[in-house]
């Protein structure tokens, strides 16, 4: 197995705190990465243009990177020394090898036209420059999913300060083509952002390998059961749909803003809050880290961490929602004007519920991930779904002047059933593995 530095002093609440700080720090500051492709791309004479054609090539992006993403999970969960490494980095290359290919048809055939024409409602004008921008930020998919294979050899390990400084060397790099780009005046093109966050993530994904390499080559054999395809695929293909199911539900809210009173004002609101709450969500985002590295030796200080990371994010948001504070920072900070900025904050206070349920849900998913059980995972976010769909339908055509407000009252209605589904699900397998020991007893 890995060589093991974690002694018991290293399970309790400082540790923790001292792993899952700098994951949370590289979460916030990977955010900021599409702030500087913005703020590069909006100097540009077609600012608009540009950084529309750029949106879209991300969102195709972002969908295709989900099977990537899932290799953080998957190495850390699985990789136990060498061997299984080795079994894990055959698979990887075989879905790189499939997701490669899905890109080179979405960017080389009249497929990628069509998607992009009909599916996403691009501009047919500037098709070509939207097209030679998904090629580029297609490369990224290689990049990052080899960045994730090997940052989870280093959250194994408990050195997640080397993914904090992956992701500040690649704010550096991604800073310093951008300026580069402006001092020459050659941003004339959504290219130019693709290319910017082409080199950061080039950057982060070396910072990664070398630490994860240098970690691995002193890594021993595998102690326990060898690893199989079959067990990597059992584990890693019902997250890859996991995740995709969070992805639909924004979509499917926005389609149902459509028919609110004032549409205009209801889907601005809801994206502002929405973004806000991830923002604030954004440290949290690894809290099933911490259940799969420490919960077998001290849940119950797993469990404090989990209290924690549920009323944090929960007191900033009441405290933007509920003081002038609120006003000041959608003014000053967001530059809304005032009508929006008080419809933002109205919304803003339906996502505290939210932020009280979502560390609970991902504790719970670590569980299920710990146990090697992520088809588990895929119920509770059907019912997350269904719920979303079932309280916004009426909320939109007996209550359309809720605007914004009935798209946060059902994203956090399908979290709250999405957490007493995994809840459920968590409760029914520890009772079956309790009578199994029972029965072995």
């Not at 590069?40 to 600012?47: C, E, F, N, V």
């Not at 500040?168 to 966050?197: E, N, Q």
């Not at 979502?358 to 119920?379: A, C, E, H, Q």
């Amino acid at each position: 197995m890995l060589i093991d530095t974690k002694t018991t002093a290293d399970f309790g609440l400082m540790r923790m705190l001292a792993f899952f700080i700098p994951l949370g720090f590289s979460a916030s500051l990977t955010s900021i990465s599409h702030v500087i492709i913005n703020g590069t791309l909006g100097r540009a004479d077609q600012a608009e243009l540009i950084i529309a054609n750029y949106a879209l090539a991300l969102s195709l992006f972002g969908i295709i990177e989900r099977p990537a993403l899932v290799f953080r999970q998957t190495s850390s969960a699985l990789v136990k020394g060498k061997s299984s490494f080795k079994m894990l980095g055959a698979f990887f290359i075989k879905v790189t090898l499939l997701i490669s290919a899905v890109c080179a048809v979405l960017g080389f055939t009249p497929l990628g036209n069509w998607v992009f024409l009909h599916a996403f409602n691009a501009d047919s004008v500037s098709l070509e420059s939207l097209l030679a921008t998904f090629r580029v930020i297609s490369l990224v998919i290689i990049f990052s999913g080899l960045r994730c294979l090997y940052q989870g050899i280093i959250i194994n390990h408990l050195e997640t300060k080397w993914v904090t400084i992956g992701v500040i060397f690649r704010l550096a790099g991604m800073f310093l083509v951008a300026y580069y780009f402006i001092l020459t005046d050659s941003v004339v093109s959504s290219m130019v952002g693709a290319v910017i966050f082409l080199t950061g993530m080039a950057i982060e994904c070396m910072v990664s390998v070398w630490r994860g390499h240098s970690i691995m080559k002193s890594a021993q054999a595998d102690s326990g059961p060898l690893l199989k395809q079959k067990d990597i695929f059992s584990f890693y293909t019902p997250l890859v749909f996991y995740l995709s199911f969070q992805t639909v539900i924004i979509p499917i809210l926005y389609a149902f803003l459509g028919k609110v009173q004032d549409a205009h004002m209801g889907i601005a609101s809801f994206a502002l809050a929405f973004s806000i709450t991830n923002l604030v969500l954004s440290f949290f985002m690894y809290t099933h880290q911490i259940v799969l590295q420490f919960y077998e030796n001290n849940r119950h200080t797993v469990v404090k961490c989990i209290i924690v990371f549920s009323i944090v994010p929960s007191m900033l948001l009441a405290i933007l929602c509920f003081t002038p504070l609120g006003m000041i920072f959608m003014e000053s900070v967001m530059g809304t004007n005032q009508i929006l900025a008080q419809e933002t904050l109205l919304v803003l206070k339906f996502f505290i519920v939210k932020t009280l349920v979502f560390p609970w849900v991902d504790y719970f998913g670590g569980i299920l991930m710990l146990r090697k059980n992520t088809k588990s995972l895929l119920k509770p976010q059907l019912f997350n779904m269904t719920a979303v769909i079932v309280v916004i339908v009426p909320l939109v055509y007996l209550f359309p002047h809720l605007n914004g407000s009935t798209g946060a009252i059902a994203a956090s209605a399908g979290e709250l059933i999405g957490l007493a589904a995994v809840y459920l699900v968590v409760t029914r397998k520890n009772k079956a593995l309790q009578e199994e020991k029972r029965n072995a007893g």
